[in-house]
């Protein structure tokens, strides 16, 4: 098979690591693999797992030079399956593909656009378009749990064109031995001034609105409230983004500046030491098309208190803690509970790496995507 990944993003994220995964397994069964996306740290990734790599920015929403240049390679490589990732790339690869040829076009948008933060009009003419182009042009759309089929048949995609394969993790790379933690833990905490016996809340990913990271702050400053100030404990936010300056501002304005870390960007392919500096992961999401940032924190072995979100609760079961979304004072409640039982946190981990174990393996999310490729290609359109 030949088979083109489509994404207009350059930087670390967890789209990015979904087509990295499927990067890896095509490579893996003897398949050419082909990704164009922006330029950034990403592309490397991609180059690294055996990918063909062509950097091309998608300029407009409906880019007739990025669709000109797609036709002509696709042609040219005669691409049997194209595998279109968000809004701009499945659009314009949509388009380019069926003007090539391209028998199997499969799209995903791994949030729904219906949960998108922002302005309501703008959300609801992007719902209109995607699912009429969706349903024109695309073979599959890919929903990454049976809440996210449930929400995209909401928006007007035709049932029948959705898929549900959930996201994977690799669990050997984060369920690191207690040496290899200790060491990174130590490695991390030196490096951003923390002392060794700290405790440590942590959260991992781009700072954006959707990403929840206010409602931590805000439930972090109510925490040391109760606590005291004076306490070693400390939050870590390992990302960079939109929202970075505007998060360390509002830690400033609650006056707690000194006990929030923020990283800024980090070399992606390190992220497991962040895992091991963090005692309890917190992941504060307003929306999630899936959350393989979750799926790392429970492989690595960690308590982990999220929103309560649909989809959150479809990966993370009975083995995390949720709180209200967007409730800060609930999550402080919940963070503080999860603190008094410190000598609990072990067993509660444990079971997160069971369930990773049991549902999101690396063979699992293989073995659903090489069959639909070969079912799509094969003419069993199911």
Not at 26 to 48: L, P
Not at 231 to 242: H, I, K, P, R, S
Not at 340 to 369: D, M, P, Q, W
Request: net charge neutral; aromatic share 10%; with cysteine.
């Amino acid at each position: 098979m030949q088979i083109l990944y489509t994404l207009n993003s350059g930087t670390p994220g967890g789209m990015e690591q979904h087509v990295l995964d499927l990067v890896e397994i095509i490579v893996e069964n003897g398949h050419q693999a082909f990704v164009w996306c922006s330029t950034g740290v990403i592309s490397d990734w991609y180059k690294k797992a055996g990918a063909v790599v062509k950097i091309f920015s998608i300029k407009t929403d409906i880019d007739p030079l990025y669709i000109y240049n797609l036709y002509k390679f696709l042609r040219a490589e005669k691409i049997d399956v194209v595998h279109a990732h968000e809004l701009k790339a499945v659009v314009n690869t949509l388009i380019a593909a069926k003007l090539a040829g391209v028998k199997i076009r499969i799209s995903n948008t791994h949030t729904p656009i219906s949960e998108w933060q922002i302005r309501k009009l703008a959300k609801k003419l992007n719902v209109l378009f995607y699912s009429q182009v969706v349903n024109l042009l695309s073979t599959k759309e890919i929903a990454l749990t049976e809440s996210r089929k449930r929400v995209k048949v909401a928006e007007g995609i035709i049932e029948d064109k959705l898929e549900v394969i959930p996201n994977c993790v690799d669990y050997n790379h984060f369920d690191q031995d207690f040496i290899t933690r200790l060491s990174y833990r130590k490695e991390l905490l030196q490096e951003y001034n923390i002392n060794s016996g700290a405790f440590v809340f942590g959260c991992v990913g781009r700072m954006t609105v959707e990403k929840g990271q206010d409602v931590l702050i805000r439930a972090f400053a109510d925490f040391l409230n109760k606590i005291g100030n004076g306490q070693d404990v400390y939050l870590m936010l390992a990302g960079g983004g939109l929202r970075e300056n505007e998060l360390k501002q509002l830690s400033e304005t609650l006056k707690i500046r000194e006990k929030v870390i923020i990283t800024g960007v980090f070399n992606a392919e390190g992220r497991e030491k962040y895992f091991s500096a963090i005692d309890i992961f917190v992941l504060p999401s307003r929306a999630e098309g899936f959350g393989i940032v979750l799926l790392e924190a429970m492989a690595s072995g960690l308590p982990c208190i999220c929103s309560d979100l649909e989809v959150l609760q479809e990966v993370g079961g009975s083995t995390c803690m949720y709180f209200e979304s967007e409730n800060h004072l609930d999550l402080f409640d919940k963070m503080y509970f999860y603190f008094e039982k410190k000598s609990e946190l072990g067993r509660l981990g444990e079971a997160a790496k069971i369930r990773v174990k049991e549902l999101f393996t690396k063979e699992n999310f293989s073995e659903k995507y090489l069959n639909l490729y070969s079912e799509l290609l094969n003419g069993r359109n199911k």
